[in-house]
């Protein structure tokens, strides 16, 4: 079986994941998982990705907007050390049976990690999503028996995939030469952490990168802190992903309009993550910033003025996601095609 390759950006807040042709993005929610009684023929929710069921190792979960709409007990980890528990597999696995189709299909994965766990979680974490994986996913009428096989491997710090999503091409070569050559600061907006990382030539360099905390859930956290204190009503993070894109809540059939509120909350989150910036790099020794990241058009705004030479990326929820995918045509070119060295280094190296 020919394996596919796949990008697949697991945030503590959405997954992003691409083949290159399809592309999901859902919530980083899971919970339990039931066999539903009745399945509405008028529901306008019909697509595979927004009802996300799968049974692994004997459990069956709800990932995704299905969890949030269906499931009792939901949850969205921001535990910083997620990567050696048991979520961030099934999400991927969830993310994978997207692409699977029939009983079996076999991938080669490019994901990636925050800079402050890069170091101490990758090699577990290969190890954690390589092999062959046994699920069940949810049918109209019966559960589905799928094999989903990783065969190889590469996990990078995260950010690194918009540079490769910017530099190469839909097969992995690189096209952007002068991008490729450049000194990059790339700020990637998460839900739970921001990463700053600068790269040189495609050089990761590691002393000049770090990961901070300041990032949407600072500002998700300031507005549900007002929800409460205001109405009474306490919110779970994934309930307040609405709340947020919105700018409104509804409590007792009433709109309340929370614009100007949410809006205090980000601007004062950019505010601190334009601090960590110039605190990390002088922003006029890059050549260009990019901003990157599910929370970088939030923050754009205010972000943009403040760096002088910054751009946001285009599609900057999904540019992780694309340049894992675009590595991993590089990396795992088939046997027989052009020698990948003399497309020159795409893979980053940390440097003191």
């Known amino acids: ?108 994965v490019v994901t990636g990690l925050p800079t402050w766990g890069f170091a101490r979680h990758r090699d577990a974490w290969t190890r954690l999503l390589k092999g062959t994986h046994k699920v ?67 050089e990761f360099i590691e002393r000049r990168s770090m990961s901070t905390t300041t990032a949407l859930w600072t500002a998700w956290s300031m507005v549900a802190e007002a929800v409460r204190h205001e109405f009474g009503v306490v919110l779970a993070n994934y309930e307040l992903d609405r709340v947020m894109s919105e700018g409104r809540i509804r409590i007792r059939s009433a709109v309340h309009d929370l614009g100007d509120l949410c809006r205090e909350a980000l601007s004062w989150v950019a505010a601190k993550v334009v601090d960590e910036v110039v605190s990390l790099w002088d922003v006029r020794t890059l050549d260009t910033v990019l901003l990157t990241g599910g929370g970088a058009k939030a923050l754009a705004e205010w972000l943009l003025p403040a760096l002088g030479n910054a751009q946001l990326v285009d599609d900057a929820q999904l540019a992780n996601a694309r340049g894992y995918r675009k590595l991993a045509a590089y990396c795992f070119r088939a046997a027989g095609e052009e020698n990948r060295e003399a497309e020159g280094p795409v893979t980053a190296t940390a440097a003191g």
């Open 136 to 202: 069940k996913v949810l049918g109209p009428r019966e559960d589905k028996e799928k094999s989903i096989t990783i065969d190889q491997v590469r996990v990078v710090p995260q950010p690194l995939g918009t540079l490769y999503h910017r530099a190469m091409n839909s097969v992995g070569r690189v096209e952007q030469k002068d991008l490729a050559q450049s000194r990059v600061g790339l700020v990637d907006v998460g839900f739970l952490t921001t990463d700053l990382v600068m790269v040189d030539g495609m």
């Open 1 to 108: 079986m020919v394996s596919k390759n796949v990008g697949v950006d697991v945030g503590y807040g959405f997954v992003k994941v691409t083949d290159g042709d399809k592309e999901f993005v859902f919530p980083s929610v899971i919970g339990a998982g039931f066999r539903p009684a009745y399945r509405s023929d008028l529901a306008n929710r019909s697509s595979l990705v927004d009802n996300l069921a799968l049974t692994v190792d004997g459990r069956r979960y709800f990932v995704g907007s299905l969890a949030v709409r269906q499931s009792e007990v939901a949850s969205r980890s921001l535990d910083p050390e997620r990567e050696a528990g048991p979520g961030v597999r099934l999400l991927t696995l969830a993310a994978l049976a997207l692409y699977t189709p029939f009983d079996s299909q076999t991938f080669n």
